[in-house]
DNA sequence: CTTTGTTTAGTACAAATGTACTAAAAACAA
DNA sequence: TTGTTTTTAGTACATTTGTACTAAACAAAG
C-alpha cells in the first residue's frame, strides 16, 4: 500500500472521531494532509471506499485482540477480557460507533458484513455460555429465552455505549472505557452461581 | 395553534420516521403538504425548530403516559408499565432514536432538557428500587455501585434498543416494541428475591 | 533517451440544502 | 369600505459536497 493511501486512512481515522463522520469532508481530509483532492480520489474514487477500508481494518483489529484475550486468565475471566478487548478497539474506531446507524443504513457492504458477524459472536457467546454452565459457574435458564435476551442486551450495550457516552461528555476518555466494559460485564454477575460469584469478585472487581 | 403549523409537525414527524432525518429537507415536507417552502418558513424560521417542537411534544407524551401506567398495577408491574409505554412513546417519535446522538449534538436545547431529564429518571428509578426492596422483591445490592450500573444499562437499552432493531430489520414494526420491553425488562429478574420472582412469572411474562 | 504507467494538482460541475427577501393574497378589524 | 395583520408563494442566493475530468509531474523500465 502506498504512503499516501495509509496516511488518508490515518487522517481519516482521527478527524472522524475527534469531528464527526458528518463533519468531515474530503476536502477536509486532503487540506489536513496538504494533498490535493484531487489526489485523494486517485486512491479512494468515492467517499465510502474509505470508511468500509476503516471498517474492514477494525474488523481485523478486533478478532486478533479477541484471540489474544480469550487465552488469557480462566474461563470467566477470559469472558470479559473478550469485551472488555472489543471495547478498547471499537474505542480506537469510534466514530463508526456514533454514527452507527447512519453507516449501516448508507453502507451495503458493511451491513451485510456486520449481521454475518452478529451471528458468529451469538455463536460464540452460546458456547462460551454453555461452557460456563457445565462448570457451575453459571445457573441454568429459569426463564425461556432467557440467555438469548441476554446476549441481545449485550449486543446493544457493546454498539451504543459510546453513543450515551458522548450525550454525557464531549470527549470519550480511554479511561470511559474500561468504566463501561465493567458497566456492561456486570450484566452476567446476577447470573453467576455461588462459585461464580467467588470466581467474579476474586479476579474481576479489583 | 394555526392549522397550517400543526400539519407540518406532524407530516414532518411522519416523513423523519419513515425517511430518516437526514433524508427529508424542508422542500420534501413543504411538496408533500402542497404549500410553498416560504409559507413552511414562516411558521418555523429554522428547520431545528421542528425538531425541537417534536422533541416536546415527545416529552409531554411520555410524562403524561407515565403518570398513566404507574397507577396501574403492583409495584413490579408499574415499574414495568413505566419502561413499556416509554417505549411505546418513543416509537412514536422514532426518528429520535434512530439518530439519537446526531440530534443531541446539534440541539443545545434539547441536549440540556435531556441531561435534566436523565436525572430525574435515575432519582424516580432508585426510588422505585428502595420501595421494591423495602417490600422484598428485590434483593439487596452485593457490589458497588450495582444497581447504578444497572440504570447506566437500562438508560442505554432505552435510548438505543430502536437503532438496534433498525439494523436487523429495515422497518420497526410496534410488535418489536413490545418484544424490546420484554428484553429490556428482563434485565431486573435476576435481581428478584424469590417472592419477586414468584410475582414476576405470575403477572410479566404471560 | 524514450516510453509507459503512476501519482499529483487544479478546475469545474451538478445537485442539494437552508434560508433570506419580496410581494401577493387572504383574513380580519374598524 | 378601508386599513392592518397574518399567511402564503415564489425567487434567488450562498454554501457545501461528492465527484468527474484534464493535464502536468514523476518514477520506472526498456
Redesign the interface.
Known sequence: MSNTKENILEQSLKLFNER?L?NVSLRTVADELNISVGNLQYHFKKREHIIEALYFQLVKKIDTSIVKSSTLGGMLQSFFNITQSTLLSFFEYRFFL?????I??QHEKI?AH??ELIKVREQQFFNSLTLLIENGFLREE???S?YK??F??L???S???A??A???SEKISKNMVLEYS???N??I???LTEKG?IQYLKKI?S
Open positions: 464527526g458528518s456514533l454514527d452507527f446507524t447512519l449501516i443504513r451491513r456486520y449481521k429459569i426463564l425461556p432467557e435476551n441476554l441481545i442486551r449486543q446493544i450495550l454498539d451504543f455505549w453513543s450515551s458522548s450525550i454525557h465493567q458497566v456492561i456486570q450484566s454477575f446476577p447470573y460469584r472487581e
